[in-house]
């Protein structure tokens, strides 16, 4: 079973910034916290990880709490194009490790 | 950008037949892997293999499933006697090698083949 838990769905206006929240309280000391998102049943597109300090990249921003046990992924400016399932995963360390998906939030941005 | 491509989109086959799905992964990534998703339902694991060896499978991945890197750039699943219940998509990811232990380098997928079992 997913080690997280998320909201099954969210709205957001478009141009707004969309805030996803995933609670993770069992995750251990080196298991990282994965975003990935699927756009229309298309594959995962990985978004952003972090282990315990706060992450940007040019699609997102990653905050984790100080004790790790949620996380919140932020859309700066959400586009129509960002409506997709959006899944929270933590994973232990290497490369060998499988990727656990639960149901994810479905993010609809709204016109 | 380099991606996964996944061949082909879609295949259809009958009941019993063997099937094999391809996937080239990204150039310099040494870590494979194969998921699938049944219609409406989560993105499950099926299998992960690393120098030419499965490091980890699933419960679904049995006797009837198998996978290959036949030459440098093809990593292939094969699923000997198709079953109606293994109609889904199946999605390949690759990913490169951390610099540390535990460093995560994240895994990045294909476009997924549709599979359908008539």
């Known amino acids: 079973d997913a080690k997280t838990t998320q909201p099954p769905s969210m709205d957001c206006a478009e141009g707004r910034a969309a805030n996803l929240p995933c609670n993770h309280s069992?995750?251990?000391?080196?298991?990282?916290v994965y975003w990935y998102r699927q756009i229309h049943s298309q594959g995962p597109q990985y978004i952003i990880h972090g282990l315990k300090n706060n992450e940007t990249n040019e699609m997102a921003s990653l905050i984790i709490t100080e004790d790790r046990k949620s996380s919140t992924l932020i859309l700066p400016h959400a586009t129509l194009r960002d409506t997709a399932v959006y899944y929270c995963?933590?994973?232990?360390?290497?490369?060998?490790?499988?990727?656990?998906f639960g149901q994810g939030t479905t993010l609809q941005v709204k016109p | 950008e380099p991606e996964v491509t996944q061949t082909p989109s879609h295949q259809v086959t009958q009941m019993g037949q063997e099937v094999i799905l391809r996937c080239v992964p990204i150039?310099?990534?040494?870590?494979f892997y194969w998921y699938r998703q049944i219609l409406g339902q989560k993105v499950e694991f099926l299998v992960s293999?690393?120098?030419?060896?499965?490091?980890?499978k699933s419960e679904i991945f049995d006797d009837q499933f198998s996978v290959e890197r036949p030459d440098g750039s093809n990593f292939t699943l094969k699923i000997r006697s198709t079953k109606l219940e293994d109609s889904a998509m199946y999605f390949c990811?690759?990913?490169?090698?951390?610099?540390?232990?535990?460093?995560?380098?994240?895994?990045?997928f294909g476009d997924g083949t549709r599979l359908s079992i008539l």
């Open positions: 293999f690393y120098n030419n060896e499965i490091s980890e």
């Open positions: 990811a690759s990913s490169s090698p951390g610099q540390i232990e535990y460093s995560n380098q994240p895994q990045h």
């Open positions: 069992t995750i251990s000391g080196n298991e990282y």
């Open positions: 150039s310099n990534h040494l870590y």
């Open positions: 995963i933590v994973s232990y360390s290497s490369n060998t490790g499988k990727l656990i």
